[in-house]
């Protein structure tokens, strides 16, 4: 019985060090997941964001699963909007709704990312 319980915990112990543990959010993703959009909220893409732009929102979407994550890509998001001249605020505010995706911080350059 020790002997199972040993070998269990080994076992579990070797796992471990096999999952490869996961990355953490860069702006270099959040840029890239969301530079279709630009077109689109700057204006100069129609009334609807493009479908690379709404698979770029689903991706970060999906990879800020923890509140790290989220944070972080909150960051990267309002530097992003910064850096971009011409972003028009209700086409921003309003791209997780127009590619149908609920995502936990707002695309703004205004908003605070500690909550």
Known sequence: MKGAVISMLVLVASVQFMVK???????????????????????????????????????????????ADKQAACKCVKAAACRISGIDDAAASSLPAKCNVQIDFPISKDFNCAK
């Open 21 to 67: 543990p996961a990355e953490a959010i860069t702006c270099g993703d959040v840029d890239s997941d969301l530079f279709a959009c630009v077109p689109y909220l700057t204006g100069k893409g129609g009334d609807d964001p493009p479908p690379q732009c709404c698979a770029g929102v689903i991706k970060l979407k999906n990879s800020a699963v923890s509140v």
